[in-house]
């Protein structure tokens, strides 16, 4: 009876179950918290081979902007990665100038239309689906700057022939849109050098009003203003050079908008650049890294030394033991110790897999410096896929430790399928384990080593990493191999096994931890699509249990596990502002709104910190959050800023590469009238934050 009722619960469980489990029809249209974006097609039915235009369409929040090909001093220009379809390359509408202060950028506000062409597969067959997609993504700014993405698609049945081909319901929209992108000039234009860089003219008479948009960066200076002057029966505009001015010989393009008395018109133009073409100086600070930029400053450069570096990566290494996602693991690898068997090949194995999955996120990190991205320590728990995928494995881990299934005979090795197995398997996935659950964290030493090793060549890199690996490893290595040190371990009996389970309450908060990460990263439904996981992965295990571990049993634990992985896959992150988590007395961090407070010489103090990140959560509960420190704040005016690296923001990546930092947390007091801030210890006590502010407010400070 028991086994037939099994059977219709199982059925009824997979059933809707696996009818998810293939990703459904990208849409059309999606929102974020600041654009709506659709795919709109000039065709209701394709043809194979057929070439048509879609457009992406961007209703953009009020006072917010995106960007053109050409960002201007900051910004990003929105990208479409497709999927299904040859596509051709993006054709912008006419940018506007978008000004914040002395930093100039070109996008749009409102209402901007993207067109695209696509091919239809020669081969697509008459009577299927024609299914392109598009990965979108975008930088959205007004004060602070949020990147967002969307994933959209089209749905078109596919014909026989051209003539069967039906226009779309939205090719009269897509036709004005098409009219809006600037068309080649039907006039000539030259180019000749001038004092501050060149002068751009053409034969059109008439021209009251000229601006010149470069398609790509540097080549003018944005923010300097652009003279127009007659010439003869036509026009010149004299334009100062950007930071990477056109070699002459080269050419310059981009698109020039004029007003007559007929009204504005926008053109394309290209032209070679004279020999002579100066460079205009532009505004003081024309061209600097705003807080929006997209090409932060390079850090400067750490007169650290290498052996120093491999110490401190070494003792940092150490001190992470004791966070509170590793040190289960250490304790769980320790009570290995206890029983009988080869202790100094499994302390080796376990090192080995320290040392692996080091090596391994220093080449990643290498990999992705090398394509120009800008990453630091804990850059993989900005993907919400990787946070819930380690929040199963923790949480599989929990249910071992528990008793709800055995994955070996004994408790070296956990971590995930792999980690659970008996002798040096085990131990080498185990290490792997501790590495993964390490790399939230950040350990008082490692800040300098970090951003030492991430401004180094490769190898020095992969070196101060390996180091950081052995100082994780050392504990259990020296007690791996100092028989000595294992008499200090308690003798064997049923407290081991009561202890075991005591374990798993640790691993269990950890999960719920990376939930809560989750949650700022994915939403809720992102939070709801982790729960049914683990609601899955512990019905299966349960059924495994309560089986016996029969056939039936271990395929539902092997369904559910790989069901609860396919949710994993769905879960996507959404877009929202800064926010300093609702705390009162807080504000969001800009660059912009620090600048300002430091030119009403007002004390600053700023957090840049990440919800995913143990030691920042643990300094703002026992210091930052504590009356005394709160009260010091109020009596001394301070505005506390806080910045929030939970998703991935290049502004703040920036930030703390500019203080010689790889991750957070990162902690600076700006002192009235202080020419730079003060950088506070990656740990912090209520005491030490209380004296930094009443140091830095009295009379006797240092002023710029």
Not at 131 to 149: F, H, N, S, T
Not at 552 to 563: D, E, N, Q
Request: charged share 10%; hydrophobic share 50%; net charge neutral.
């Amino acid at each position: 009876m028991l086994s037939s009722l099994r059977s219709v619960f199982l059925a009824l469980l997979i059933a809707p179950l696996a009818a998810l489990a293939a990703p459904p029809d990208t849409p059309s249209q999606a929102a974020t918290e600041h654009v709506q974006a659709r795919l709109v097609s000039s065709q209701a039915a394709v043809a194979p081979g057929q070439r048509f235009t879609v457009a992406l369409e961007q209703n953009i929040k009020p006072h917010w902007h995106t960007y053109w090909l050409n960002p201007g001093d900051s910004g990003q220009a929105t990208t479409m990665a497709w999927t299904g379809a040859e596509a051709g390359p993006i054709q912008w509408p006419t940018p506007s100038i978008q000004a914040i202060g002395p930093i100039v950028n070109y996008g749009y506000e409102g209402r901007a239309a993207l067109l695209v062409e696509l091919t239809v597969p020669a081969d697509a067959k008459p009577g299927s689906r024609f299914k392109p997609g598009a990965d979108v993504r975008w930088l959205v700014c007004k004060d602070v700057c949020i990147p967002e993405q969307v994933a959209l698609g089209l749905d078109l049945p596919v014909v026989g022939s051209a003539a069967e081909a039906k226009v779309g319901a939205d090719a009269v929209q897509i036709d004005e849109w098409r009219a809006a992108i600037p068309k080649p000039a039907p006039f000539a234009v030259t180019l000749k050098p001038a004092a501050q860089g060149f002068a751009l003219g053409g034969s059109v008479a008439g021209v009251t009003k000229a601006y010149f948009f470069a398609d790509t960066w540097g080549a003018v200076a944005h923010s300097a203003p652009q003279a127009l002057k007659q010439d003869g029966n036509g026009w010149a505009l004299e334009i100062p050079a950007g930071d990477e001015p056109v070699k002459a010989g080269q050419p310059l393009s981009g698109v020039v908008v004029l007003t007559t008395a007929a009204g504005e018109q926008a053109w394309t133009v290209s032209a070679p650049m004279p020999e002579g073409a100066g460079k205009g100086p532009g505004p003081a600070d024309l061209n600097t890294p705003a807080a929006e930029s997209a090409a932060p400053a390079p850090p400067p450069e750490s007169d650290l030394g290498l052996l120093p570096a491999l110490a401190l990566a070494l003792v940092g290494g150490l001190i992470l033991n004791l966070m509170p996602c590793v040190f289960p693991v250490l304790s769980i690898k320790a009570l290995a110790l206890v029983n009988k068997g080869n202790h100094k090949a499994e302390g080796l194995a376990y090192t080995a897999g320290v040392l692996a999955s080091f090596a391994a996120l220093a080449a990643v990190l290498i990999a992705l410096r090398a394509g120009g991205q800008q990453v630091g320590w804990g850059f993989q728990f900005h993907s919400p896929v990787f946070v819930l995928v380690v929040a199963y494995v923790l949480f599989l881990v929990g249910l071992s430790l528990s008793g709800l299934f055995e994955i070996g005979g004994s408790f070296t090795g956990l971590g995930s399928g792999l980690a659970a197995r008996d002798g040096l398997a085990g131990s080498f996935f185990t290490g792997v384990l501790a590495a993964v659950v390490a790399t939230p964290c950040t350990a008082p030493f490692m800040g300098a080593a970090l951003a030492f090793a991430l401004a180094q060549p490769a190898a020095v890199m992969v070196a101060v990493f390996l180091a950081l690996g052995l100082g994780l490893a050392l504990p259990f290595l020296l007690l791996a191999f100092w028989p000595a040190a294992q008499r200090w371990l308690p003798r064997p009996g049923a407290w081991m096994d009561r202890f075991k389970q005591f374990l798993a309450f640790p691993m269990y908060a950890a999960v719920v931890w990376l939930l809560w990460v989750l949650a700022q990263q994915a939403g809720p439904d992102g939070v709801a699509l982790a729960l049914g996981g683990l609601v899955l992965m512990a019905f299966g295990l349960w059924w495994r249990h309560s089986s016996g571990a029969s056939w039936i049993g271990t395929g539902a634990a092997v369904v559910s596990v790989v069901l609860a992985l396919g949710a994993a896959a769905w879960v996507k992150p959404v877009s929202a502002d800064v926010r300093s988590a609702g705390e009162s007395g807080t504000e969001a961090y800009s660059a912009e709104r620090l600048a300002e407070l430091r030119g009403q010489n007002k004390p600053v103090f700023v957090n840049l910190t990440a919800a995913w990140c143990i030691s920042c959560l643990v300094n703002e509960r026992v210091a930052l959050s504590r009356p005394e420190v709160k009260d010091a704040f109020a009596k001394a005016g301070v505005v506390y800023l806080k910045g929030d690296w939970t998703r991935e923001d290049p502004k703040i990546t920036a930030v703390l590469k500019a203080h010689g930092r790889s991750g957070v947390p990162l902690y600076l007091y700006y002192a009235p009238g202080a020419a730079e801030a003060q950088v506070l210890p990656q740990i912090l006590t209520p005491g030490l934050v209380v004296e930094t502010v009443q140091a830095g407010s009295s009379p006797n400070a240092p002023r710029s």
